[in-house]
């Protein structure tokens, strides 16, 4: 997986979270479990021990199938879901303008 989300730095990198930041960063695909487990770096045991609860929670929907597999997206209807793009949207401001408010070092 490439360097953490602000998201995961902040709230910590659990396999629950790296599926959902994964979706964020990605809001208009839909994926296979297979494809989730691959981008996320989530072992396959891991995987299946907390996709339940995220399908529980609703920050998913699924969306068509493709072959034999089912295909994922996020549910932009999710109350839940409205609060972690706020907040890593709020995250990504603070980010910012703290990168601004830092002095570039003389050379």
């Known amino acids: 997986m490439k360097d953490q989300s602000l998201l995961l730095q902040y709230m910590g990198d659990t396999p629950k979270l790296r599926i ?3 979706f964020l960063d ?3 695909s839909d994926y296979s479990k ?4 691959e981008q996320t770096g989530i072992s396959k045991t891991t995987f299946y021990k907390v996709w339940d609860g995220i399908l529980e929670f609703e920050f ?3 969306t068509r199938k493709y072959g034999k ?4 997206a996020l549910n932009p ?6 609060k972690f793009k706020d907040l890593d949207n709020e995250l990504g401001k603070h ?6 408010e830092e002095p ?3 050379q």
């Open 95 to 100: 980010a910012m303008k703290k990168a601004i």
């Open 34 to 37: 297979k494809e989730i487990i």
């Open 20 to 22: 959902i930041d994964f």
């Open 104 to 106: 570039i070092p003389a």
């Open 69 to 72: 597999a089912q295909l994922y």
């Open 26 to 28: 990605n809001r208009e």
């Open 60 to 62: 998913l929907k699924t």
């Open 77 to 82: 209807n999710s109350a839940l879901i409205q």
